[in-house]
């Protein structure tokens, strides 16, 4: 199976994250920063042609040979489709209509989640908002995994079947480490999502159904697009629990590479946060960064300091004191 991965415990830190006071620190320093915290115009655009793109290829797959559409399903789908959740993030934070008209965002996020194939956009949004609150808060962010997840994929073979099966750790950790009750929201999105799928079974038979979820299941699992899951936030270097890429496949990605930057500005849609690094280069080039995400693959798999257990974690006090 592999050496076992050298960590045995998460990497328990005492100080509040640093995104906080660097937004303190840039906004006093850059006002002019503000000014990006306004909608992306082109988001609703660029999802709807999207969720089209995925609707033809439907029409097209449905006469394939199975391991064709496996294959279109990896190579394009799995694009698309991990693209368009890429787009429900930015929707979550209300980047294609603003704060004032979160309904809208709410829903353009249901359409965006149309060819994920099952409903996923208004849970994210549920338990996005702890992420960035409670970046790596204990029993409150559900993006690091649990204690399970740290013992076992603890292999480079394990880790590698982690990484393969990250939609469903994605799905059912949120019910583990956090659960909460079902909003009408997510009623309404899984109903939605049900008449959507039907509704191409019924018109185009099996195999687009397949397809479509397919396209997540590999598009989200062992993926070179899925290496931002683990460029995020996993700890690469000790003390750095975020970690910002500025390669090329932010061009698809809705700019989730820029991640420091997010995470100091959640309120900045991804169109403009590479203006963000441009405005107060001072607070960013000097940081770690990553170069390729499938060479962050790579090295997660291989190097025994990197695993499930490579997280930052804190425990805050609104959690403990159940204020």
Known sequence: MGNSAGRSDFEWVYTDQPHTQRRKEILAKYPAIKA???????????VLAMVLAQLLACWLVRGLAWRWLLFWAYTLGGCVNHSLTLAIHDISHNAAFGTGCA???RWLAVFANL?????YAASFKKYHVDHHRYLGGDGLDVDVPTRLEGWFFCTPTRKVLWLVLQPFFYSLRPLCVHPRAVTRMEVLNALVQLAA???????????????LLASSFLGLGLHPISGHFVAEHYMFLKGHETYSYYGPLNWITFNVGYHVE???????????????????????????Q????VRV?????????????????????????GL
């Not at 060819?115 to 409903?119: A, N, R, W």
């Not at 990553?290 to 995400?293: F, I, L, Q, R, T």
């Not at 291989?302 to 930052?312: K, T």
Request: proline residues 12%; aromatic residues 16%; contains cysteine.
């Open 36 to 46: 990006l915290m306004r909608p992306d115009p082109n988001l609703k655009w660029t």
């Open 103 to 105: 309904a809208r965002n």
């Open 115 to 119: 060819p994920v194939g099952v409903p």
């Open 197 to 211: 799928d039907v509704a191409i079974f019924a018109l185009w038979g099996l195999k687009p159904v397949v397809y």
């Open 262 to 288: 997010h995470h100091d500005f959640p309120s900045i849609p991804g169109c403009n946060l590479p203006l963000v690094r441009k405005i107060a280069p001072e607070y960013y080039d000097h940081l770690p």
């Open 290 to 293: 990553h170069y390729s995400w």
């Open 297 to 321: 693959l790579w090295d997660f798999v291989f190097q025994d300091s990197l695993g499930p257990y490579a997280r930052v974690k804190r425990v805050y006090r609104l959690a403990k004191d």
